[in-house]
């Protein structure tokens, strides 16, 4: 499983960016997808998460109605809409896979995930 990450880049405070994440390797019959995102001298931290089925979208206090966690179900890309960003959402954002479908709280939980994108960085900044 390749995970491909795309989108990130240098925003005003209050801008909007989304952020792209590609799975491709395998044929999925379901699968739990998620966003997590490192800060400069912090540890990772999950974002948002969302399952290829449908249903449930957990996210983060710290992001809740500024970020959109989405999929395209066909083409296995999930996107993360951020709007309203501020300087404390610059981080490195990775997406993470796991296959099958979770329970909500494990989806938080770096453990949970076996494949991982490369990150990509995301700086909002005036």
């Known amino acids: 499983v390749q995970l491909q990450a795309s989108g990130g880049g240098l925003v005003q405070p209050g801008g909007s960016l989304r952020l792209s994440c590609a799975a491709s390797?395998?044929?999925?019959?379901?699968?739990?997808m998620g966003w997590f995102r490192q800060a400069p001298g912090k540890e990772r931290e999950f974002v948002a998460a969302?399952?290829?089925?449908?249903?449930?979208?957990p996210y983060a206090n710290s992001v809740k109605g500024r970020f959109t966690i989405s999929r395209d179900y066909v083409k296995n890309i999930v996107y993360l809409q951020m709007n309203s960003l501020k300087p404390e959402d610059t981080a490195v954002y990775y997406c993470a896979l796991r296959i099958g479908r979770i329970i909500t709280s494990q989806t938080m939980r770096i453990s949970t995930y076996d494949y991982w994108g490369q990150g990509t960085l995301v700086t909002v900044s005036s």
């Open positions: 969302i399952y290829r089925s449908g249903g449930s979208t």
């Open positions: 390797g395998r044929t999925f019959s379901d699968y739990t």
